[in-house]
């Protein structure tokens, strides 16, 4: 059965065009203002949201996403107040898909059948579980996808051809490729790179490919978007939360809406990309 995940980018390729992810941490800097900035993604131009689950030992994060989650753990946020935010969101937008990123620990602590039920009943589409290998499939993987969430994979530029069939053996929904080799946000992508990996990637998979990690500006979106599937903003959109806070790292009248604005520029350059290359 097809997921929102699978006829987003059904439609998106209709379009012709690539899509784009957007990344934002649950509960940064607060429950309320975290849901707003959840509610105004898509009309900005998110296609699809990632969704951060706040962790105490963010291993594959950067600085920003870092600050972000740690923000939002300040602020009381918790697994069930982000699944909360999702059955929030779900009550305006049935369509939008919504994939929740983090690592396993919180949901070996929530109880991972019970996680699944909760986030499935929420309207969670997708999980990307960074520190879960393929090899561990039997703790999250298969388990999620009984119960109709896509499992996204990440593969990288180090996952060479003989790794590659097996990180995406039961991937679905779409790979997320790494552009970088690091944690997120640290730096920027070698474009020309990145589309020869997308190229190989996809001689393996009839799966989309989204691109992320290092992606901040508009134009970075738009030479990605020539060649993926999708782009995928995390650590600049954080980062524009930060910057609008106040002296005490309380939102403002400006925090929602600079997000929102960052959105609507990234998502003009991913719908310029394939323009711009043809």
Do not use: W
Request: hydrophobic share 45%.
């Amino acid at each position: 059965m097809a997921t929102r995940i699978d006829r987003r980018f059904a439609a998106l390729q209709d379009e012709g065009r690539a899509g784009l992810v957007t990344f934002v941490t649950a509960g940064d800097p607060d429950p309320d203002t975290s849901l707003a900035i959840l509610k105004a993604l898509p009309k900005a131009g998110a296609d699809v949201i990632e969704i951060g689950m706040p962790f105490s030992d963010p291993m594959a994060d950067g600085p920003a996403i870092q600050a972000s989650g740690r923000r939002a753990l300040l602020a009381g946020q918790t697994m069930r107040r982000t699944l909360s935010m999702v059955r929030a969101f779900r009550e305006g937008d049935d369509e939008t898909p919504i994939v929740l990123m983090g690592y396993y620990n919180p949901i070996y602590s929530y109880g991972t059948e019970t996680f699944l039920v909760d986030a499935k009943a929420a309207g969670v589409d997708g999980l990307i579980v960074v520190d879960l290998p393929p090899e561990a499939d039997d703790e999250l993987c298969l388990p999620a996808l009984a119960h109709g969430l896509n499992f996204i994979r990440l593969a990288t530029p180090t996952t060479d051809e003989k790794r590659l069939p097996r990180v995406l053996l039961n991937t679905s929904g779409f790979v997320y490729y790494v552009s970088i080799t690091g944690i997120t946000g640290t730096r920027a992508p070698d474009t020309t790179a990145v589309t020869a990996a997308v190229a190989r990637i996809k001689r393996h998979t009839r799966l989309p490919v989204a691109v992320g990690f290092g992606v901040k500006t508009p134009e970075q979106a738009a030479a990605i978007a020539a060649g993926a599937d999708a782009v995928v903003v995390g650590s600049a959109l954080v980062e524009e939360v930060r910057g609008s806070l106040d002296a005490a790292g309380r939102a403002t009248d400006r925090t929602v809406d600079a997000v929102a604005g960052l959105v609507r520029r990234l998502a003009a350059g991913v719908r310029a990309g394939r323009t711009v290359a043809a």
